[in-house]
């Protein structure tokens, strides 16, 4: 999790380094990310997915702009 969670942070980071121009205008976005952890005792992706976007989700709630990590409890 630790390697996933440093890579997302990178393309984090260079999603908001960006910085288009159109017609004089310079625009810029942003990005929420989150990170679930595969665990053994997933019945599906759609819990691992679910994960992830409560993670998602949770970063716009915080502030946006960032990256968390939601572990299944007792993981």
């Known amino acids: 999790m630790e390697r996933a969670e440093a ?4 393309i984090r980071a260079g999603i908001e380094a ?10 810029s976005v942003t990005a ?6 595969i665990n053994p005792t997933d ?4 819990a691992i997915m ?5 993670g998602s989700y949770l970063a716009k709630g915080r502030g ?3 990256v968390v990590v939601v572990l299944v409890s007792g993981a």
């Open 7 to 10: 890579l997302a942070e990178q």
């Open 18 to 27: 960006l910085v288009v121009e159109h017609e004089g205008e310079h625009y």
């Open 32 to 37: 929420s990310i989150g990170l679930a952890q």
């Open 43 to 46: 019945t599906s992706t759609k």
């Open 50 to 54: 679910a994960r992830a976007d409560e």
């Open 64 to 66: 946006r702009h960032q």
